[in-house]
């Protein structure tokens, strides 16, 4: 063979070879994407269920809180507030606004249930209530599901950004768009866990 044709053999073969790396490194950013997306859709799911339970524990306690109506009518509009900023970070999962969105609406939310759960204990018909009881023992079991889908959410985006920063894959990340996903984090650590309960 001539060596012309070897350099362009030679050369071939280096094509193929980066366009596999290429390709490799792509299909790999895409899992990942999809993975913290994935992980956010958990989240999405727990969220409408807390969000489907509120409305049953305001109307349980407004037949007992009659005189807390303010602080009623401030969980509804926390919830509306929370399912608005939850559908938009479900439709961007890892969009840094939506998801500073999310973490806003939800600190909002978890301060007017903790300011009705405060007034509860000032009630003991509502305390002894058997609905309310388990209203809120199933807030609580969904507010833990919400913290490990949250928890596992930020381990997949934190993968997913790892990955696309590493070299060469920050070069394809860069040319093909992939994005930065933001975590879904809280400033005020009292709302990483579960509200407290008392009965």
Same mark, same amino acid.
């Given at each position: 063979?001539?060596?012309?044709?070897?350099?362009?053999? %030679?050369?071939?073969?280096?094509?193929?070879? $980066?366009? *596999?790396?290429? @390709?490799?490194?792509?299909? !790999? /950013?895409?899992? =990942?994407?999809?993975?913290?997306?994935?992980?956010?859709?958990?989240?999405?799911?727990?969220?409408?269920?807390?969000?489907?339970?509120?409305?049953?524990?305001?109307?349980?306690?407004?037949?007992?809180?009659?005189?807390?109506?303010?602080?009623?009518?401030?969980?509804?509009?926390?919830?509306?507030?929370?399912?608005?900023?939850?559908?938009?970070? %479900?439709?961007?999962?890892?969009?840094?606004? $939506?998801? *500073?969105?999310? @973490?806003?609406?939800?600190? !909002? /939310?978890?301060? =007017?249930?903790?300011?009705?759960?405060?007034?509860?204990?000032?009630?003991?018909?509502?305390?002894?209530?058997?609905?309310?009881?388990?209203?809120?023992?199933?807030?609580?079991?969904?507010?833990?599901?919400?913290?490990?889908?949250?928890?596992?959410?930020?381990?997949?985006?934190?993968?997913?950004?790892?990955?696309?920063?590493?070299?060469?894959?920050?070069?394809?990340?860069?040319?093909?768009?992939?994005?930065?996903?933001?975590?879904?984090?809280?400033?005020?650590?009292?709302?990483?866990?579960?509200?407290?309960?008392?009965?």
């Amino acid at each position: 063979m001539s060596p012309l044709v070897l350099v362009i053999l %030679a050369l071939f073969g280096l094509g193929i070879i $980066a366009a *596999a790396l290429v @390709a490799s490194v792509y299909n !790999g /950013l895409v899992t =990942a994407r999809n993975r913290f997306q994935n992980a956010f859709s958990q989240i999405d799911v727990a969220l409408k269920r807390r969000y489907d339970l509120i409305p049953n524990l305001v109307e349980t306690a407004k037949a007992y809180l009659a005189h807390e109506r303010e602080t009623l009518e401030a969980v509804m509009a926390a919830r509306s507030g929370a399912v608005s900023a939850s559908s938009r970070a %479900a439709a961007a999962p890892g969009d840094p606004a $939506a998801m *500073a969105g999310l @973490a806003g609406a939800e600190r !909002g /939310l978890t301060g =007017a249930l903790g300011r009705l759960f405060a007034v509860s204990e000032a009630y003991p018909n509502l305390k002894a209530d058997t609905t309310m009881a388990s209203l809120m023992e199933e807030l609580t079991s969904t507010e833990n599901r919400i913290g490990f889908a949250r928890q596992a959410y930020n381990d997949q985006a934190t993968d997913y950004n790892t990955k696309a920063e590493r070299f060469p894959a920050n070069l394809i990340a860069g040319t093909f768009n992939f994005k930065r996903a933001a975590l879904l984090e809280f400033a005020d650590e009292d709302l990483q866990k579960a509200p407290k309960v008392k009965f």
